[in-house]
């Protein structure tokens, strides 16, 4: 059974029949002539786009489900629960969660926002929102919207081809999208309902969160049923991410192998040591290097190094099966946070945002930076009275999400979320990013914005080779050859 192929079909049949098209000559000829006939088609194209938006973004958020770590995902959890049972779905809340959740670039392209443009889905949101409330009707004065409609459409139906190599198939009493023999259950968010036969889709919760709507994908018509089987999916979302980082994001097992590989670093991490016990305002630490140079065998045990001193650190390490986004780090941070009593939470309106935490980007950063620059706590045994800030692998969470950038972090935004003043932490603020570059230090692919707080050390930038008294000190244990070492020495082959 493929539900979207039965709309799809629909769809180009009353758009052949009728013979719709942009034209807005042929369009004025239907307003007049058969407007019961255009709404039809309206009906149709917006009810094959509704069906694709919305099974769209449950298939793709089942299998990133399946596809989790043991760890989880704390920001994927988080948008989820807040789309999909703090408030009653809209075509917002779906196309948020297509966006968090696709990772193929052909799920990907119509969530990207194009330069100067809106991405697709964008477009058909704001549309149908505009259709529903009238603020566009089937009249001449909507003329060119209706136009613009009809080529949105056209685009909309091309994505049938993500959906055409699959079929909902109903197995030991649960949907399941079978595709290529992969087989994701979307239960509870496709179940069966009071039609055996009919599959039924996730509609949201509703009177107090008591009962949960479903929309039959076949006959069209809404059905109530109790809200029990849904909870039992969002209450295990909800604990995860109540009260602090707990399990969702834990790096200790990397933070384990990476020190395992520590070998010949003592110059580097002591003088990260001490730019973490300064303080001066030149408080961000760029450590940088060719790829296999140990900067992640570095930094964790400099962050090993620091908890042991009672000193305080936040740490994100990107491709950590989490998820890859600078919006992640700073989730984590602010857990982190919690989790060890950083902030003060005194002011009411801080402790309401801790408590449930903003999900737009931009209002994570306002919340952050005002942890940072007025509701921080320095804990008695921290003897610098400095916080350490570390993100190890900046370069992976540029490219996974390229339109997040870290120069975000340090500006202020105003209303309408655009960049005003730059923003700098306090100098006991001390912050470090680690990132790829070439053999000469130069930034080619990943680029640091400039900014005059940086920290100028000769040894991290670039970290090269290990010197060879490193490298005989580190193996005097073991049995290796002169040419073990010199190639050592040369390349640094430490892996990262």
């Given at each position: 059974?493929?539900?979207?192929q ?77 789309n ?27 969530v ?14 704001t ?18 919207q ?5 080529l ?30 992969e087989?994701?259950?979307l ?32 006959a069209g ?67 940088k ?78 919340l ?55 923003w ?15 053999d ?10 400039k ?46």
């Amino acid at each position: 059974m493929n539900p979207i192929q039965h709309y799809h079909q629909r769809y180009e049949e009353i758009k052949r029949e009728k013979k719709v098209s942009s034209d807005l000559d042929r369009l004025t000829e239907l307003i007049e002539s058969d407007n019961a006939g255009l709404n039809n088609f309206f009906m149709a194209a917006l009810g094959m786009s509704t069906l694709m938006l919305r099974m769209g973004a449950v298939i793709q958020m089942c299998r990133k489900f399946e596809l989790l770590d043991q760890y989880g995902d704390a920001l994927f959890t988080k948008n989820v629960l807040e789309n999909l049972r703090e408030t009653l779905p809209s075509d917002t809340s779906w196309k948020n969660v297509w966006n968090i959740s696709a990772s193929d670039d052909h799920w990907r392209a119509p969530v990207i926002q194009p330069k100067g443009g809106q991405a697709l889905l964008d477009r058909f949101v704001t549309f149908r929102n505009k259709f529903v409330h009238q603020s566009i009707q089937l009249n001449e004065a909507s003329l060119p919207q209706l136009s613009s409609s009809i080529l949105l459409f056209e685009e909309m139906a091309q994505l049938s081809v993500l959906f055409e190599k699959g079929n909902l198939q109903l197995i030991e009493g649960k949907y399941h999208w079978v595709e290529n023999k992969e087989s994701i259950c979307l239960f509870p968010y496709v179940q069966t309902g009071k039609e055996k036969d009919h599959p039924y889709i996730f509609q949201g919760l509703q009177k107090s969160k008591e009962e949960v709507a479903i929309l039959n994908l076949i006959a069209g018509n809404e059905e109530a049923q109790e809200a029990k089987i849904l909870e039992r999916v969002f209450e295990p979302m909800r604990s995860s991410i109540q009260g602090g980082a707990g399990q969702v994001f834990d790096h200790s097992e990397r933070i384990a192998y990476y020190q395992s590989c520590f070998v010949g670093r003592d110059r580097e991490k002591n003088a990260i040591l001490d730019f973490c016990t300064k303080s001066d305002d030149q408080n961000i630490l760029r450590v940088k290097s060719p790829a296999g140079m140990g900067k992640g065998a570095l930094i964790a045990d400099v962050i090993q190094q620091l908890k042991e001193n009672k000193s305080q650190v936040l740490y994100h390490f990107c491709g950590a099966g989490m998820q890859n986004s600078l919006h992640a780090a700073l989730y984590h941070f602010i857990l982190q946070g919690t989790r060890t009593a950083y902030w003060d939470r005194s002011e009411e309106s801080i402790d309401r945002k801790l408590t449930r935490l903003p999900s737009k980007y931009i209002d994570v950063i306002h919340l952050f930076q005002a942890l940072l620059g007025v509701h921080l706590n320095i804990q008695k045994n921290n003897a610098s009275g400095n916080v350490v800030i570390v993100i190890d692998g900046l370069d992976e969470a540029q490219v996974a999400y390229s339109q997040l950038k870290i120069s975000d972090w340090f500006y202020t935004y105003n209303d309408k979320e655009e960049p005003g003043e730059d923003w700098r932490s306090p100098s006991n603020i001390r912050w470090i990013f680690t990132y790829r570059c070439k053999d000469d230090g130069k930034e080619s692919f990943y680029q640091f914005p400039k900014m005059k707080e940086c920290a100028q050390i000769e040894l991290l930038q670039p970290m090269k080779g290990l010197a060879a008294e490193a490298v005989d000190e580190a193996f005097k244990d073991f049995k290796v050859s002169n040419d073990f070492k010199n190639a050592v020495v040369e390349k640094a082959t430490i892996n990262n």
